[in-house]
C-alpha cells in the first residue's frame, strides 16, 4: 500500500475543483455548507485570547492546507481563516501560522507538535490529518492513540484544538478508506469534547449539489482558491460560534 502512495497523492492533488456552470455567487457558495458547521463544544480559551485583543492560531496538516504558484500562501484556507477573522473581530490582532508538511501520518505530526506549540504559543491548534493514515492504511487504533496524544499535548500547551478532517475527492473516494479515519475523528472528537470541522462531508455536499465540481481538473487554481476560501470562512464561522456563551434556556416552552 504504501508503494501505491505517491499515485493516490497525485490522484487526489490534481482534482483542482471546478464551479459547476451555475454556481451560486462569491461566499454564497460557501453558505450552501453552512449547516454542516457544528458548534457543539466551545473554545474557552480562543474566547480568552480575543478577550485580550490577540489571538494566535497554528493551523498543523498535509499537503491540502497548501496551494501552489506564488500566491498560494497568501490565498490559501490558512491565510483566508486569518483574513476573515480580523474582518469578524475588530479591534482583535490575528496571527495564523502554520506547520503544513505533505505526506505526514497523523503519529509524525505528533513529534512535531511540542517545539510548535512552544514557538507559536497558539491559543488554538487546527489540526487537519487522517489523509496519509488512510493511504497507508495505518491500523485505526494506533490513529486514534496519535489523535490522542495531539489533544493532550495540546491542552497541557495551554490552548484548545480543532480537529479537520480529510478533503473529499471522488477520484478516490473508492480506493481510500478516508470515510472510516472521518469517522474515528468525529469519535475521538466527541470523547474530549473538542470542536470537529467535517471537511469530508462539506465537500461531498458541494459535490453533490452541483456547487463545485470535483470530478474537472484544471491548470487554473482560481478555482482551487475559491474552495479554500470557502474553507476559510466556514472555519472563522465555526472558531466565532464555539466562543459564544450558551444561550439560556427558554422559559416556559418559548
Known sequence: MIKRLPLLLALLVPAVPVLADQPADGPAACRVAQHQVENNFKLSRVARAIAGKHLDILVLGAGSSSLPGSDGAKNSYPARLQAVLEEMLPGVTVKVTTDVKARRTAAEMVQGLPADLAAAKPALVIWQTGTVDAMQSVDPDQFNRALDMGISATRAAGADIVLVNSQYSPRTDSMIALGTYADNMRWVAVQ???????????????????????????????????????????????????????EPPAIGGQ
Open 192 to 246: 474530549h469534547e473538542i470542536p470537529l470541522f467535517d471537511r469530508f462531508s462539506i465537500m461531498k455536499l458541494w459535490a453533490d449539489l452541483g456547487t463545485f465540481d470535483f470530478y474537472a481538473a484544471t491548470k487554473k487554481f482560481d478555482m482551487a482558491e475559491k474552495v479554500h476560501d470557502c474553507i476559510g470562512r466556514l472555519l472563522a464561522d465555526l472558531v466565532i460560534g464555539a466562543t459564544k456563551p450558551e
